[in-house]
T-cell receptor, first 111, second 111 residues
Framework: GEDVEQSLFLSVREGDSSVINCTYT??????LYWYKQEPGAGLQLLTY?????DMKQDQRLTVLLNKKDKHLSLRIADTQTGDSAIYFC???????????FGKGTTLSVSS | SQTIHQWPATLVQPVGSPLSLECTVE??????LYWYRQAAGRGLQLLFY??????ISSEVPQNLSASRPQDRQFILSSKKLLLSDSGFYLC??????????FGDGTRLSIL
């Protein structure tokens, strides 16, 4: 079945760029998603990319999609302490009935 | 846009007691609805999803059940809680592009 893999931790300094990577096995997902979870809260949809696109930029966020390698990344420019959170990538299951989430990458931003 | 309400926000229950967590959705009709559990420091585990009233699909065998008595109401239940049922429970509904939108979650502690 579909599998989504992410590195578990990333630590950066304030003002640097952060790059969170994700690989997936099933390429049938029409969209791929990035979610942010702050401590004690639910998941917030950050951005998504249509599977026919290579890149999407939204203010400080840049999503890159390499369909050939089944690799998705989220770049956060000028990372701030408020960006500290867990970031999940997700894609649809084959039936299109649910999303498959990675285990999440904990981003720690130090000042 | 959709709004997902979950309650209670936190719950402490003894082992063997019953459980009822409620989720209601505003701003959409006939949504797909989901219950996830997030154990401490881990990713999301899909428990149940529903594509309509009275239609429940279970992803994993467990001590929990779900019901959808109304279009925008999704209930997670248990007759007798186990210690292993502790976790953070999230309700979600599907929006445009297939993205899922999450409630704020219920933190369940079993003593």
């Amino acid at each position: 079945g579909e599998d989504v893999e992410q590195s578990l931790f990333l630590s950066v300094r304030e003002g640097d760029s952060s790059v969170i990577n994700c690989t997936y096995t099933d390429s049938s997902s029409t969209y791929l998603y990035w979610y942010k979870q702050e401590p004690g809260a639910g998941l917030q949809l950050l951005t998504y990319i249509f599977s026919n696109m290579d890149m999407k930029q939204d203010q400080r966020l840049t999503v890159l999609l390499n369909k050939k390698d089944k690799h998705l990344s989220l770049r956060i420019a000028d990372t701030q302490t408020g960006d500290s959170a867990i970031y999940f990538c997700a894609g649809s299951n084959q039936a299109g009935t649910a999303l498959i989430f990675g285990k999440g990458t904990t981003l720690s931003v130090s000042s | 846009s959709q709004t997902i309400h979950q309650w209670p926000a936190t719950l402490v229950q003894p082992v063997g007691s019953p459980l009822s967590l409620e989720c209601t959705v505003e701003g959409t009709s006939n949504p797909n609805l989901y219950w996830y559990r997030q154990a401490a420091g881990r990713g999301l585990q899909l428990l149940f999803y529903s594509v309509g009233i009275g239609q429940i699909s279970s992803e994993v065998p467990q001590n929990l059940s779900a019901s959808r008595p109304q279009d925008r109401q999704f209930i997670l239940s248990s007759k007798k809680l186990l210690l292993s049922d502790s976790g953070f429970y999230l309700c979600a509904c599907t929006g445009l592009t297939g993205a899922q939108h999450f409630g704020d979650g219920t933190r369940l502690s079993i003593l």
